[in-house]
């Protein structure tokens, strides 16, 4: 057994579901900017990709709060089998540096980024293809995982990436006709490759996604500062905002991982779309034949449908918050 | 797989108590907002989990270390419950964790987390459904193997198994025969007089704002009155000097670092309560000889009895 082969075995058993590596230097020439292994540490020569999928039983559940609470649980997951891989390979006389999954570098783009784009990492070593939302797509469990690297200075094999995409594109749109922010491309040229047309608005999805975190933070305080004349300070302070964000910082609940809607409706998933499908909250999310299409001479379009009618509230409920800060009515 | 089986599972993992009870029982007992069909109407069976408070930790010094290491079992606690689940999964089963303490402020508040941050009043009220044990004077669950000295952890799951049978006697002593965590309370959060003969199911309860003036003094409560108290304010240096406060300090603190040990920051009423097989061990440490070191005065006024506080006795 190679030390790859055994490695991989060992991340198996510590619950990863699929593990890759991609070298060091490959992945570096492909980067175009300072998400790349040598910004972080020079001297590596692999990386290693792995993912951990969030329980389907999740996908039981109609509360946000509790799937938040375990996709947290399955990135703790992923981070503790990222320190194990680097205990393991430090004691066969490596180094191992498990990357952080979620924080954040201020200077490596304009806006917050992760030292390495985790979604290319995995696309790169085989674990699978970004699809047309960003999201990594696993065979097995669509993009209903969590990825974790670790950098080495450890020679492995690399993996191939895979040959074909598993994302379908505007021949699906499923993502994109659901999300709640249409943060992902509605549109795309006729014939055109995925490849050519993915894309996500991240500050729209953050809006969702990320709904107590950093950024509707600053755009709070901005209107609490700027906004004349000022809103009643009691009223900001008394608000049910400042309580989940406190605890968005207690529990990281509602700060990530605030919104499932493209989880809910992507078809890929060999090992989890078939359970996901029978529960009756997710048929219901879109109904068999309620995608529609506009083809048009040199372009396809979706059909906006949004997210089901008794799940707005979900997206609506930080309204009155920013009524409270732009001086509204009373509520 | 059969309730030893998961039961079984749990125990490799560190879990220390498993109860079984019916999500359709549960609707009846609990109030609407965190009724289980709010998260799922296709998850029929409730699990409560449990993890008992190492008796170290019980027997330390009241402080922030204690506080801390209250909020690693909560952690363990729940990494195990989460590894619990994809077992289940691996067998091909739906199961879905659900936090002891994290909150949907649309439903309900962190109020409801106390006393001592055992868990929410939810899950303790589902564990007495599952058989883990009875609510005690002070609403807190009482087991029989660790008394109140644990924490819980719930889950929902689509196993096929039969509910555990709620216990058939309280636990607890009750006021009259014994009433230590009501005589120990320092917020005085725990009913002190009863009806002399009366069951305890009369007159349990809780304060739950004055146990959170303890058990959650940098909480999320709390956040929000200090945040309020710095507008309450017309003089600037009075304001900056609440902003350059301790308090402001220890908040932070509380919300980035404690995590769950915000819940947990007054654990006096478990750790005297003599119900549990490890009572008798955590005894043996000084510091817990000293909660309560003469014991617990009771009062008897015709049809009353009621128990003196220790800061009374004291005086």
């Given at each position: 057994?190679?030390?790859?082969?055994?490695?991989?075995?060992?991340?198996?058993?510590?619950?990863?579901?699929?593990?890759?590596?991609?070298?060091?230097?490959?992945?570096?020439?492909?980067?175009?900017?300072?998400?790349?292994?040598?910004?972080?540490?020079?001297?590596?020569?692999?990386?290693?990709?792995?993912?951990?999928?969030?329980?389907?039983?999740?996908?039981?559940?109609?509360?946000?709060?509790?799937?938040?609470?375990?996709?947290?649980?399955?990135?703790?997951?992923?981070?503790?089998?990222?320190?194990?891989?680097?205990?393991?390979?430090?004691?066969?006389?490596?180094?191992?540096?498990?990357?952080?999954?979620?924080?954040?570098?201020?200077?490596?783009?304009?806006?917050?980024?992760?030292?390495?784009?985790?979604?290319?990492v995995a696309e790169e070593s085989g674990v699978g293809t970004v699809g047309l939302e960003l999201n990594l797509l696993t065979p097995d469990y669509g993009p209903r995982v969590y990825i974790g690297v670790v950098m080495t200075d450890a020679a492995l094999d690399s993996?191939?990436?895979?040959?074909?995409?598993?994302?379908?594109?505007?021949?699906?749109?499923?993502?994109?006709?659901?999300?709640?922010?249409?943060?992902?491309?509605?549109?795309?040229?006729?014939?055109?490759?995925?490849?050519?047309?993915?894309?996500?608005?991240?500050?729209?999805?953050?809006?969702?996604?990320?709904?107590?975190?950093?950024?509707?933070?600053?755009?709070?305080?901005?209107?609490?500062?700027?906004?004349?004349?000022?809103?009643?300070?009691?009223?900001?302070?008394?608000?049910?905002?400042?309580?989940?964000?406190?605890?968005?910082?207690?529990?990281?609940?509602?700060?990530?991982?605030?919104?499932?809607?493209?989880?809910?409706?992507?078809?890929?998933?060999?090992?989890?779309?078939?359970?996901?499908?029978?529960?009756?909250?997710?048929?219901?999310?879109?109904?068999?034949?309620?995608?529609?299409?506009?083809?048009?001479?040199?372009?396809?379009?979706?059909?906006?449908?949004?997210?089901?009618?008794?799940?707005?509230?979900?997206?609506?409920?930080?309204?009155?918050?920013?009524?409270?800060?732009?001086?509204?009515?009373?509520? | 797989?059969?309730?030893?089986?998961?039961?079984?599972?749990?125990?490799?993992?560190?879990?220390?108590?498993?109860?079984?009870?019916?999500?359709?029982?549960?609707?009846?007992?609990?109030?609407?907002?965190?009724?289980?069909?709010?998260?799922?109407?296709?998850?029929?069976?409730?699990?409560?989990?449990?993890?008992?408070?190492?008796?170290?930790?019980?027997?330390?010094?009241?402080?922030?270390?204690?506080?801390?290491?209250?909020?690693?079992?909560?952690?363990?606690?729940?990494?195990?419950?989460?590894?619990?689940?994809?077992?289940?999964?691996?067998?091909?089963?739906?199961?879905?964790?659900?936090?002891?303490?994290?909150?949907?402020?649309?439903?309900?508040?962190?109020?409801?987390?106390?006393?001592?941050?055992?868990?929410?009043?939810?899950?303790?009220?589902?564990?007495?459904?599952?058989?883990?044990?009875?609510?005690?004077?002070?609403?807190?669950?009482?087991?029989?193997?660790?008394?109140?000295?644990?924490?819980?952890?719930?889950?929902?799951?689509?196993?096929?198994?039969?509910?555990?049978?709620?216990?058939?006697?309280?636990?607890?002593?009750?006021?009259?025969?014994?009433?230590?965590?009501?005589?120990?309370?320092?917020?005085?959060?725990?009913?002190?007089?009863?009806?002399?003969?009366?069951?305890?199911?009369?007159?349990?309860?809780?304060?739950?704002?004055?146990?959170?003036?303890?058990?959650?003094?940098?909480?999320?409560?709390?956040?929000?009155?200090?945040?309020?108290?710095?507008?309450?304010?017309?003089?600037?240096?009075?304001?900056?000097?609440?902003?350059?406060?301790?308090?402001?300090?220890?908040?932070?603190?509380?919300?980035?670092?404690?995590?769950?040990?915000?819940?947990?920051?007054?654990?006096?009423?478990?750790?005297?309560?003599?119900?549990?097989?490890?009572?008798?061990?955590?005894?043996?440490?000084?510091?817990?000889?000293?909660?309560?070191?003469?014991?617990?005065?009771?009062?008897?006024?015709?049809?009353?009895?009621?128990?003196?506080?220790?800061?009374?006795?004291?005086?």
């Amino acid at each position: 057994m190679t030390l790859t082969e055994e490695l991989f075995e060992f991340a198996r058993s510590r619950g990863a579901d699929s593990i890759g590596v991609v070298s060091a230097e490959a992945y570096e020439a492909k980067v175009p900017n300072l998400q790349k292994p040598s910004t972080s540490a020079m001297g590596m020569k692999s990386l290693i990709c792995f993912v951990k999928h969030m329980l389907t039983g999740s996908f039981a559940t109609r509360d946000v709060p509790v799937q938040s609470l375990n996709s947290h649980v399955c990135m703790d997951g992923v981070e503790r089998i990222s320190m194990e891989l680097a205990e393991w390979l430090e004691k066969r006389g490596y180094l191992g540096i498990p990357v952080p999954p979620e924080a954040a570098d201020m200077n490596l783009q304009r806006s917050p980024a992760g030292t390495l784009d985790f979604k290319w990492v995995a696309e790169e070593s085989g674990v699978g293809t970004v699809g047309l939302e960003l999201n990594l797509l696993t065979p097995d469990y669509g993009p209903r995982v969590y990825i974790g690297v670790v950098m080495t200075d450890a020679a492995l094999d690399s993996t191939p990436k895979m040959e074909q995409h598993l994302c379908p594109g505007m021949k699906c749109g499923r993502c994109a006709v659901i999300c709640p922010t249409q943060a992902i491309p509605l549109r795309a040229p006729r014939d055109a490759h995925i490849t050519e047309y993915r894309n996500l608005d991240k500050r729209a999805c953050a809006s969702g996604a990320e709904r107590i975190g950093i950024k509707p933070l600053l755009l709070n305080l901005r209107k609490l500062i700027f906004t004349s004349p000022p809103p009643d300070p009691q009223r900001v302070v008394d608000h049910v905002y400042w309580k989940e964000f406190w605890q968005s910082i207690n529990s990281k609940l509602g700060a990530f991982a605030a919104c499932f809607e493209c989880f809910y409706v992507c078809p890929p998933g060999a090992k989890d779309f078939k359970k996901i499908i029978r529960i009756p909250y997710r048929r219901m999310d879109i109904p068999p034949g309620k995608v529609g299409r506009r083809h048009f001479d040199d372009m396809v379009e979706m059909v906006y449908r949004g997210v089901p009618e008794e799940r707005k509230a979900v997206y609506e409920r930080d309204q009155d918050f920013g009524e409270v800060l732009q001086g509204g009515k009373n509520p | 797989m059969t309730k030893e089986e998961v039961r079984s599972l749990a125990k490799n993992l560190g879990i220390d108590l498993v109860g079984f009870t019916t999500c359709e029982r549960l609707e009846q007992k609990l109030p609407e907002s965190v009724r289980p069909s709010q998260i799922s109407e296709y998850l029929p069976v409730f699990m409560v989990l449990a993890k008992h408070i190492p008796v170290g930790i019980s027997a330390a010094a009241d402080g922030s270390a204690k506080q801390m290491a209250a909020a690693l079992v909560h952690r363990v606690l729940e990494e195990a419950a989460a590894e619990l689940a994809y077992g289940l999964e691996e067998k091909d089963y739906l199961a879905v964790v659900l936090s002891s303490l994290m909150m949907d402020f649309k439903g309900r508040d962190e109020l409801s987390n106390t006393p001592a941050g055992q868990g929410s009043l939810y899950l303790r009220l589902a564990a007495v459904e599952a058989g883990l044990g009875t609510m005690g004077l002070n609403n807190m669950l009482l087991t029989r193997e660790f008394g109140p000295r644990v924490y819980l952890c719930g889950m929902m799951t689509n196993l096929e198994i039969e509910p555990d049978e709620p216990l058939q006697n309280e636990l607890c002593l009750g006021l009259e025969d014994c009433g230590r965590c009501a005589a120990v309370c320092p917020g005085d959060a725990i009913p002190r007089q009863s009806r002399r003969g009366a069951p305890l199911a009369e007159y349990r309860g809780l304060d739950g704002r004055a146990c959170a003036a303890y058990s959650q003094p940098h909480g999320v409560g709390h956040s929000v009155d200090h945040f309020r108290s710095f507008f309450q304010q017309k003089d600037s240096t009075t304001i900056k000097a609440k902003i350059d406060s301790d308090d402001t300090s220890l908040l932070w603190y509380h919300m980035a670092i404690m995590r769950q040990g915000a819940f947990t920051g007054c654990s006096k009423c478990l750790q005297v309560c003599p119900v549990g097989n490890d009572y008798e061990s955590i005894q043996t440490s000084p510091h817990r000889q000293r909660d309560l070191p003469v014991g617990v005065r009771s009062q008897i006024s015709g049809e009353n009895v009621s128990i003196s506080n220790y800061r009374e006795q004291q005086s």
